[in-house]
């Protein structure tokens, strides 16, 4: 008796298996409006600026507008053009990660951080790989313009990470009021 | 000895920590092996210039990471944030070197070459582990 109580007591009602069976969104993504309204200006301005900036970049390899500027433009080495496709390939993403990311409403510190580590890598081996290379190293325009670009992309996810700081505090003083 | 050190991780976690120890040490042998052997070892042209201008930087990059690493758990600072950093960067690496460079770099007569290769899998599954971890841990609070 007490058995047949429990059962019934553990059915679920209509209104709750139609909840229960309703298909869950896995990734909801908000407007650029909505989520530049919890940012300050600064972090939307750093952030138009790396997305047109990377954009720009990324087109410009892909057109081949960019194979002479490049490691194997001066080499001619075939694992200096792979190694160049792959890290084009890999900001492409990154730049989409972060639009996703930040439609997706979270917390884009830690994946700064990580595009810091990337780009600063990249621009190391990038770099020393032109040292190496005897044309490249004694064209110091070259150089100075190929550095200042990488060094560029760092700069403004360093400071889109402290934008976003303030951010975070910004929103929380006015969730106080 | 501070007590927060002490506490914070998991036998799986140090476990984890041996593996990345262990493959720090190997990495750096081989990079020092082949910077001695350079020419014999690596047998084509395109492999000895790679290698003279990208193991290098690597070793330096693992070498630093694992030292700063290091004194984050010493002085028992959140160390979430690097073990993600580091991880996406091994991560890279390795398809790197997979996809682009076709294991230029591996000299598959050396010892030391072959027990590096062995162990990054080991490396990129500990590392994994240990950001994840991490990361809950300082979510936790």
Redo the contacts between chains.
Sequence with gaps: MVERHDEEKALVTDEELDALLQPRTVLQLSSYEKVFATKTPLFKLYFYLISMLGALYVGSFMIGALDNHLAFGWSELREHHDLSRLRFVAGFIMLAIVHVGLLAGQRLETLFMCFIGLLTYILVSGTSNLIALDGAINDPWFMGIYVSIQSLFILLLLLLIREERRSIVRLWQLQDV | MNKKLLDAPTGTYRFCEVIVVVFILLATVHTLLLRQLGGPALTTE?AL??S???M???AW?TMALGLFYAYCRITAKDCS?LL???C??AW??F??DT????N?LFVPEMLSGQLTQFSRPFLLVALTYMAVESRRRRSDG
């Design positions: 395109d210039f790679l003279q201008t990208l290098g930087h690597r990059l944030q993600t950093v580091s996406v960067l890279f690496i398809i790197e996809l682009a460079l076709d230029v």
